[in-house]
């Protein structure tokens, strides 16, 4: 089992720029949150999919969108980047259900964004 | 939302001492109380959680509390080894949610 990979690791970008990070869930999971972990920070919720929709979301801007394929995949994409989007970005997968699950944490795509 | 608090940021111990990591949390409906070990470049990993049903959960040199009157709970490690220096984030959820609340994290220090 490979876990939670997230591609890619590392990635530089300018103001202004888009990115997009990908992330693979666990086997057997179907549920996919996103965090951002700013620099000496503990992770910020950015938003949860399951089903394919965004069932949950943070406290943050329309800039940062995402997306859910049907092999339980996602996408973050971020645009118009600013100066303070540099982070560690943290996919983390879970089992479905209303439940408080256990999340699986990938390795992160660090943003720097200059 | 919930709101969780870690104290202290920065904590240093002997090896072979116990560290002790508490954090406070807002929202009286969270359920669920994991901690994360994350050394430096690395994944956060889940090192032990509590749900609360239960108030204390033990696994080897590792427990943890939880004091749901007073909305705190704590990270107990004892014999503390080198391999335990890193950070850890205390973190606290509810059913239906399923979406963590992170603590700020406290940079542990194990002094061979």
């Known amino acids: 089992d490979a876990g939670v990979t997230q591609s890619p690791t590392h990635l530089i970008k300018t103001r202004g720029q888009q990115v997009t990070l990908r992330c693979s869930p666990k086997?057997?999971?179907?549920?996919v949150s996103w965090y951002q972990q700013a620099l000496g920070q503990g992770p910020q919720f950015i938003f949860q999919?399951?089903?394919?929709?965004?069932?949950q979301r943070g406290n943050f801007p329309d800039r940062f969108s995402g997306h859910q394929f049907p092999n339980y995949s996602s996408e973050l994409n971020v645009n118009a980047l600013l100066l303070g989007d540099s982070a560690l970005y943290l996919c983390?997968?879970?089992?479905?259900?209303?439940?408080?699950?256990?999340?699986?944490f990938g390795a992160g795509s660090r943003l720097t964004v200059l | 939302g919930e709101n969780v608090e870690q104290h202290p940021s920065t904590l240093s111990v002997q090896e072979g001492d116990s560290a002790v990591i508490k954090c406070t949390y807002s929202?009286?409906?969270?359920?669920?109380f994991p901690w994360y070990k994350q050394e430096l470049g690395k994944r956060p990993q889940l090192i032990i959680d509590?749900?609360?049903?239960?108030g204390e959960k033990k696994d080897q040199r590792i427990a943890v509390t939880l004091n749901k009157t007073a909305k705190h709970f704590s990270l107990h490690i004892t014999e503390t080894q080198p391999e335990d220096s890193a950070v850890y984030f205390c973190?606290?959820?509810?059913?239906?949610?399923?979406?963590?609340?992170f603590g700020k994290g406290n940079q542990v220090v194990v002094i061979p």
């Open positions: 983390a997968s879970s089992p479905g259900g209303s439940g408080a699950n256990v999340l699986t």
């Open positions: 086997s057997g999971h179907d549920t």
């Open positions: 999919y399951y089903e394919e929709e965004e069932r």
């Open positions: 929202d009286s409906a969270s359920n669920y």
């Open positions: 509590i749900r609360s049903n239960v």
């Open positions: 973190a606290a959820s509810k059913d239906g949610n399923n979406r963590l609340a």
